[in-house]
Protein backbone atom coordinates (compact mmCIF):
# COMPACT_ATOMS: atom_id res chain seq x y z
CA UNK A 1 0.00 0.00 0.00
CA UNK A 2 1.58 3.21 -0.95
CA UNK A 3 0.34 6.25 1.18
CA UNK A 4 0.62 9.91 0.33
CA UNK A 5 0.02 12.83 2.69
CA UNK A 6 0.10 16.52 1.11
CA UNK A 7 -0.13 19.65 2.79
CA UNK A 8 -1.42 22.52 1.85
CA UNK A 9 -1.68 26.15 2.81
CA UNK A 10 1.19 25.53 5.77
CA UNK A 11 3.73 22.78 6.76
CA UNK A 12 3.11 19.80 8.33
CA UNK A 13 4.11 18.31 11.72
CA UNK A 14 5.72 15.02 12.93
CA UNK A 15 3.12 14.54 14.99
CA UNK A 16 0.50 15.10 12.27
CA UNK A 17 2.07 12.87 10.25
CA UNK A 18 2.55 10.14 12.77
CA UNK A 19 -1.08 10.23 13.35
CA UNK A 20 -2.23 10.23 10.30
CA UNK A 21 0.31 6.96 9.21
CA UNK A 22 -0.47 5.06 12.58
CA UNK A 23 -4.65 6.18 11.68
CA UNK A 24 -4.18 4.73 8.26
CA UNK A 25 -2.21 1.34 9.05
CA UNK A 26 -5.37 0.53 10.97
CA UNK A 27 -7.76 0.84 7.95
CA UNK A 28 -5.58 -1.00 5.92
CA UNK A 29 -5.24 -3.87 7.98
CA UNK A 30 -8.81 -4.25 8.81
CA UNK A 31 -9.31 -3.69 4.69
CA UNK A 32 -6.22 -5.94 2.86
CA UNK A 33 -7.86 -4.82 -0.59
CA UNK A 34 -6.74 -1.29 -0.28
CA UNK A 35 -4.03 -0.29 -2.99
CA UNK A 36 -2.99 3.34 -2.44
CA UNK A 37 -4.15 6.07 -0.01
CA UNK A 38 -4.29 10.14 -0.44
CA UNK A 39 -4.69 12.75 1.96
CA UNK A 40 -4.89 16.69 1.41
CA UNK A 41 -4.91 18.48 4.52
CA UNK A 42 -5.35 22.31 3.78
CA UNK A 43 -5.77 25.18 6.41
CA UNK A 44 -9.38 27.21 4.44
CA UNK A 45 -9.42 30.38 6.46
CA UNK A 46 -7.10 31.31 9.22
CA UNK A 47 -9.93 33.30 10.95
CA UNK A 48 -11.86 30.99 10.82
CA UNK A 49 -12.85 28.44 13.59
CA UNK A 50 -13.71 25.55 11.33
CA UNK A 51 -10.79 25.90 9.21
CA UNK A 52 -9.09 22.52 8.50
CA UNK A 53 -10.27 20.29 6.15
CA UNK A 54 -8.67 16.70 5.66
CA UNK A 55 -9.72 14.93 2.29
CA UNK A 56 -8.82 11.44 2.11
CA UNK A 57 -9.10 9.34 -1.67
CA UNK A 58 -8.85 5.45 -1.37
CA UNK A 59 -7.89 2.86 -4.43
CA UNK A 60 -9.38 -0.04 -4.36
CA UNK A 61 -8.63 -2.08 -7.51
CA UNK A 62 -11.97 -4.14 -7.85
CA UNK A 63 -14.31 -0.91 -6.46
CA UNK A 64 -12.58 1.88 -7.74
CA UNK A 65 -11.87 4.94 -5.97
CA UNK A 66 -13.79 6.30 -2.81
CA UNK A 67 -13.90 9.75 -1.80
CA UNK A 68 -14.56 11.38 1.60
CA UNK A 69 -13.96 15.12 2.70
CA UNK A 70 -14.71 16.36 5.73
CA UNK A 71 -14.22 19.80 8.00
CA UNK A 72 -13.47 20.08 11.75
CA UNK A 73 -11.31 22.39 14.13
CA UNK A 74 -8.41 19.88 13.99
CA UNK A 75 -6.66 17.60 11.58
CA UNK A 76 -7.05 15.27 13.48
CA UNK A 77 -10.74 14.77 14.08
CA UNK A 78 -10.83 16.39 10.38
CA UNK A 79 -9.64 12.87 9.81
CA UNK A 80 -11.27 10.84 12.10
CA UNK A 81 -14.58 12.01 10.27
CA UNK A 82 -13.04 11.19 6.76
CA UNK A 83 -12.36 7.70 8.07
CA UNK A 84 -15.49 6.84 9.28
CA UNK A 85 -17.36 7.83 6.42
CA UNK A 86 -14.88 5.75 4.38
CA UNK A 87 -15.11 2.51 6.73
CA UNK A 88 -18.41 2.75 6.03
CA UNK A 89 -18.13 2.96 2.52
CA UNK A 90 -15.80 0.18 2.58
CA UNK A 91 -18.06 -2.29 3.99
CA UNK A 92 -20.36 -1.48 1.21
CA UNK A 93 -18.48 -2.21 -1.41
CA UNK A 94 -16.95 -5.46 0.34
Avoid: W
Avoid at 24 to 46: E, G, H, Q, S, W
Amino acid sequence: MQVNIKAIHFDISDKLLEFTNKKLDKLARRFDAIADINVNYTLVKPEAAMNKEAGVEIHVPASGKLFASKTADSFEEALDLCLDALERQLERTK
